[in-house]
């Protein structure tokens, strides 16, 4: 099963058109549940059935199979293709009360598992009980949603029946669906909430893709590096990857199994599959190699054929090139061990091999690999076949040593997970857990403690501090520990400071409350105003670790963070916003001059990102002005904040 995108919300939210264009856009597959609870309506009309019982007698003689092609879904109830038949005006009228029935949802459910679970790269999945019902674990959950006028008007255009009252039909609906005993409509705790009123499909669709991107979950592209044995492949991965890890000897055939690793280059992410060398008349164990490079070639999204330039093509070579054609993919021509000019001009030959223009290299000095890598980057494509996310939110558990970060784990999943210990210090490696609490699954990070800068510190606690740095890296939100019945440090504000510049979402959790009497309250108070003012935004948790007490809030104060961290404010709405502010405050006088500001875009999420542009240098004390107003607008707790201000001449 791929990646599953569970699509919530009322009718004419916009959700079939939005989940079938991200459907096709990945290349995955779609299911509308609607569309079978539809089904099953317009077979008991059609049978005249009324009961529960008799509907599901009547599925099992025709039963309901859905077409999960997004260009073209279609319906069938039997071998009677019903797609434009349940969209009447008797279907609609009848949905909610056939659907309200817990057979039914029973009976379907297992029909839409079925459906989710054959699909092999991916699926968008919508109705109003996705997220909360029929795939709680699905990698994304989206609530989409508008307010009634705007879906009534929405539906009016689809509907047959003109005399219909689309908008109290609607209404109704909601009603009946949000109170119904099994399994109520309801926005999943963990869902996103877009709200469609004031956009369009496309910045529906590309609101979502931003959050498929940024969660990892559209795949990492995978370039098959493909060639005869003895061609450099292995030297030009280390080249890539940045350090020799592929294995490199002279002899011919070292590498024999497909190995991924890793790669960045220009901000894309993507995998290198190192590959056997491929042989026309294998023998021996040269048969599987050969059969693995083949292999390669079919789960790979580009394939890049390796030459070795001086040698130049042999027969071998024409032969792989008849099947690299035959892949269909995009193909780059290497020319390796290609050291200087004269080389350069001597290899040319590579142009007979019909593959276009070979882009000449010299893996094991790097002459030639960032134009490589540019080129190879440029034909990646947007969807990869490396799935390397499972949809559970990454949380890091960071903090000084002896803060109580194993005990909070401990306390989070019920049980003893990570060792603790008085001696502080006791983590060393990152821990990943999953641990479901608060209704949701988390992949959280137990983390060492930081005891001196990096750059000071030695032996353990300098790959601790490393180790630290790398989780807060892989992580989407940090939960900073602190211990409340002593003093906040220098070593709590830098640990703080760490995951501001790094541009993560953040809690502070306050442990060892139940150390912590009145007069330490009145201290922290003062400790948290003096310390903390840069970082008001993030929210304070209060808990006991060794109790329990107080666990419940992480969850909330978690899921709020993440929210604020991937929340985007619509262009119209930003820049009303920002007009009414520069009205009331203009930009102060620098030079002689006032600054003026012509608009504002949010370049992006995870942190939110604001680039304002004017026709001359903001003071940075109303950049901070301007963040600390959109906070009080839009509500970002949780998540730090970037404004940036880019100066534009008018023309």
């Known amino acids: 099963m791929g990646v599953v995108v569970a699509m919530d919300g009322p009718s004419g939210a916009g959700k079939s058109s939005t989940s079938r264009a991200i459907a096709v856009r990945a290349g995955w597959n779609y299911l509308d549940t609607g569309a079978l609870y539809r089904a099953v309506t317009w077979l008991a009309l059609e049978k ?6 008799d509907i599901i007698l009547a599925l099992k003689r025709d039963p309901i199979r859905f077409v999960s092609n997004p260009l073209d879904p279609q319906v069938f109830a039997g071998d009677t293709q019903i797609t434009h038949a349940i969209r009447g005006s008797s ?33 968008v999945v919508e109705g109003r009980d996705i997220a909360t019902v029929v795939a709680p674990d699905a990698a994304l959950k989206i609530f989409l949603t508008a307010d009634l006028d705007a879906r009534a008007q929405r539906r009016e255009i689809e509907t047959l029946d003109k005399d219909v009252d689309v908008r109290s039909s609607l209404d109704s609906r909601d009603i009946a669906d949000s109170t119904r005993e099994a399994s109520p409509f309801v926005m999943a705790a963990d869902s996103v909430q877009i709200d469609s009123t004031l956009l369009s499909i ?3 669709i590309e609101r979502i893709w931003e959050l498929l991107r940024q969660r990892s979950l559209l795949g990492l592209p995978i ?3 493909l060639g005869r044995p003895n061609v450099g492949k292995s030297t030009l991965i280390n080249r890539f990857i940045g350090r020799r890890e592929a294995i490199v000897e002279d002899t011919p055939g070292v590498t024999r199994d497909r190995i991924q690793y890793e790669c960045e280059w220009g901000g894309r992410r993507f995998i290198v599959m190192d590959t056997g060398g491929w042989e026309a008349k294998p023998d021996g164990i040269s048969i599987q190699v050969s059969a693995g490079a083949e292999i390669a070639m079919d789960e790979a999204d580009v394939l890049a054929f390796v030459v070795d330039a001086q040698v130049g093509a042999l027969d071998e070579d024409e032969i792989l090139v008849q099947r690299l054609r035959k892949a269909k993919k995009p193909l780059i021509l290497i020319g390796n061990k290609v050291d200087g000019d004269r080389e350069e001009s001597e290899a040319h030959g590579l142009w007979s091999l019909g593959l276009g223009e070979p882009h000449f290299v010299s893996a094991l000095h790097g002459r030639g690999s960032g134009d490589l890598l540019d080129r190879i980057v440029a034909e990646l494509p947007e969807v990869g076949g490396a799935q390397t996310q499972d949809g559970y939110r990454k949380v890091a558990l960071i903090g000084r040593p002896n803060v109580g970060k194993s005990s909070l784990l401990n306390a989070l999943a019920g049980e003893k997970r990570s060792i603790v210990d008085e001696v502080a210090g006791t983590t060393r490696d990152p821990v990943d857990e999953l641990i479901e609490f608060g209704g949701s699954t988390w992949r959280f990070i137990d983390t060492a403690g930081l005891k001196k800068r990096a750059n000071q510190a030695s032996g353990t606690d300098y790959y601790a501090s490393l180790r630290t740095q790398s989780a807060l890296e892989r992580c989407e939100v940090a939960v900073v520990v602190l211990d409340a019945s002593e003093p ?26 139940d150390l912590v009497d009145e007069d330490r309250r009145d ?6 105003d003096r310390h903390l003012d840069q970082v008001e935004w993030a929210q304070r948790v209060n808990v006991a670790a060794k109790t329990g007490w107080h666990r419940d ?3 909330p104060a978690i899921r709020t963070a993440l ?16 007009g009414a502010l520069i009205g009331a405050t203009p930009p102060p006088v620098r030079g002689g001059k006032q600054p003026k500001i012509y608009y504002a875009t949010q370049a992006g999420i995870a942190p939110p990102k604001f680039v304002v542009f004017s026709s001359g240098w903001i003071e940075a004390s109303y950049r901070r002005f301007i963040e600390r107003r959109l906070r009080e607008e839009f509500g970002f707790p949780g998540t730090p904040v970037q404004v940036a201000i880019r100066v534009k001449e008018r023309d």
Do not use: C, Y
């Not at 005249?48 to 019982?53: D, G, H, K, P, Y």
């Open 488 to 513: 906040i440090t220098e070593q709590d504000l830098r640990v703080i400071t760490m995951v501001e510049e790094a541009g993560k979402a953040m809690v502070i959790v306050m442990n060892k409350w």
């Open 91 to 123: 279907v609609t009228e009848n949905v909610s009360r056939i659907s309200a029935m817990p057979e039914i949802r029973h009976e379907l459910f297992d029909i839409q598992r079925s459906i989710i679970d054959r699909s092999e790269k991916g699926i």
């Open 553 to 555: 809030r992480l969850a």
């Open 48 to 53: 005249n059935l009324e009961s529960a019982q």
């Open 523 to 528: 201290q922290l108070d003062r400790e948290v």
């Open 223 to 225: 370039v098959a590096i």
């Open 202 to 204: 496309e910045e529906t």
């Open 563 to 578: 929210d604020s961290w991937e929340r985007r404010v619509p262009t119209a709405k930003l820049n009303s916003f920002l």
